[in-house]
């Protein structure tokens, strides 16, 4: 099969960046309200990372969808990337993924069929991983592939976790570090060893399923998976939707290697800088902070970790039991009375 740089293919240069949140909003907004259903359980008000759908007072389903163009050139690792990152929104919510829907466009003319078989291959063996069956999906012929899932999940109507209910005094830990998209965007600019682009494939591959699984024992008061409207993005959607304020410490917060140099050299996605325009009239940065460090809290993430709102008391232990699962967790600020709906930045 004749190697093809996928990255090279897509015309958003391959940071997987959704629609601006701003643009996005707007969109939303100007779509007339929605019938009230009060077995609707979580919706768009609070802008979640999954809609909550109560069957009944033991059962409910989580759906979600997601699909973006090629930020990886192996395709059979974008096809993983590309599961993990739609399965994340079901573990965010606390739920366990049961069924998929693969989405694809692929120009089938132009390509090697191959290609997509890999692809569809690597999210196979992901969805596999999460203990999901695949179940069917729908494709289209295009010249810019694209791939991603819709996925079903289940929970208990009790059990539910939304990114609205952080409480003061909690602590924020994340079970991944940042710069995806920084080092997406210097992929297909050939900046990367293969060393490095191993790295950031198995952190974008991981599922978030351990992290799930692991939190699920703890007072856990609010949980979201942070992706492409980067960590502050989510953060602030979190802070807003719980009306606390919400405190994090820069030097805290987990990068991948070479974040900061590369951000340096210029090597910053569209989609990062359209995050820092959304989110800046509600963030308090220091002073001294720079424009390149801005930017990198605001990285446009593909398959992020989870930003976890946990209870102070217990969130020594979460955090070391996730440590001891093999998750790359980090405890990176706090919720607090003050400023509710924004962001502090220490």
């Known amino acids: 099969m004749e190697k093809i740089k996928l990255t090279a293919l897509s015309s958003k240069g391959g940071c997987g960046c959704k629609i601006g949140p701003a643009d996005l909003l707007q969109v939303i907004r100007s779509l007339p309200p929605s019938v009230p259903n009060p077995d609707l359980l979580v919706g768009l008000e609070t802008s979640d990372d999954a ?12 759906q979600t969808v997601d699909f973006f163009t090629p930020i990886v050139d192996d395709p059979y690792s974008f096809g993983q990337i590309a599961a993990a990152n739609a399965i994340s ?25 191959q290609i997509l078989a890999d692809i569809l291959r690597g999210a196979a063996d992901k969805v596999k991983e999460a203990g999901a069956t695949l179940v069917g999906g729908h494709s289209i012929d295009d010249k810019e592939p694209k791939f991603g899932l ?30 995806v998209g920084i080092l997406t965007t210097s992929i297909k600019k050939d900046q990367l060893t293969e060393d490095e682009i191993a790295k950031v494939t198995s952190v974008m591959a991981a599922l978030n399923k351990t992290a799930a699984e692991t939190m699920s024992g703890y007072e856990v008061h609010a949980c979201t ?3 492409g409207f980067g960590l502050l993005g989510h953060a602030m959607e979190m802070a807003k939707g719980s009306g606390v304020g919400l405190r994090i410490v820069k030097e805290n917060v987990p990068l991948l290697p ?89």
């Open 258 to 346: 070479r974040v900061r140099e590369l951000a340096e050299q210029g090597f910053v996605p569209g989609g990062t800088k359209n995050n820092f325009a959304h989110v800046q009239g509600s963030v308090t940065f220091p002073d001294t902070m720079d424009q390149v460090d801005r930017w990198i809290l605001c990285d446009a993430v593909t398959s992020g970790g989870l930003l976890i709102s946990v209870s102070a008391e217990q969130s020594e232990a979460l955090l070391q039991s996730l440590r001891s699962a093999g998750v790359e967790a980090s405890k990176i600020g706090e919720a607090v009375r003050e400023h509710p709906g924004r962001i502090e930045v220490l």
């Open 225 to 227: 998976d942070v992706t």
């Open 150 to 179: 819709a996925v079903t999940g289940i929970i208990h109507p009790s059990k539910i976790r939304t990114n609205a209910g952080a409480k003061p005094g909690d602590a924020l830990l994340l079970t991944k570090p940042i710069g």
């Open 89 to 113: 929104d079901i573990y965010a919510m606390g739920g366990t993924p049961l069924t998929v829907l693969n989405i694809v466009a692929f120009p089938i003319s132009a390509l090697d069929k």
């Open 51 to 62: 809609g909550v759908y109560r069957l009944n007072d033991e059962l409910a389903i989580v």
